[in-house]
Nanobody, 121 residues
């Protein structure tokens, strides 16, 4: 059974930092490209970043470049999203995904349940 379980969301002030974690089980994680998506209130879910197990080039959407860092830990079967200098517009439910492809060509095969990130001004 495939499971992606996110954690680490919460309430943070503008300019603060959070680290999201995604624990992966039930899949040969090294066969997938991992990604983080987010869905702001009333909007569509969009791709934020990808992370590749073998250390390949990640993708970041323009609005988070230089502030967010996606990484993987194969020993821990986990994926992380380090978020710094958070802004109100980063408020969203963040989802972990296992899929294929890169950048805007990424296709999700599995989803986590999501974790809420709220940035207050």
């Amino acid at each position: 059974q495939v499971q992606l379980v996110e954690s680490g969301g919460g309430l943070v002030q503008t300019g603060g930092s959070l680290r999201l974690s995604c624990s992966v089980s039930g899949v040969a994680f090294s066969h997938y490209t991992m990604a983080w998506f987010r869905q702001p209130p009333g909007k569509e879910r969009v791709l934020v970043a990808t992370a590749v197990w073998n250390g390949g080039n990640p993708y970041y959407t323009d609005s988070v470049k230089g502030r967010f860092t996606a990484s993987t830990d194969s020993d821990a079967s986990s994926v992380y999203l380090q978020m710094t200098r958070l802004k109100a517009e980063d408020t969203a439910v963040y989802y972990c995904s296992a899929g294929s492809g890169g950048g805007l060509g990424y296709v999700s095969h599995y989803w986590g349940q999501g974790t809420q990130v709220t940035v207050s001004s």
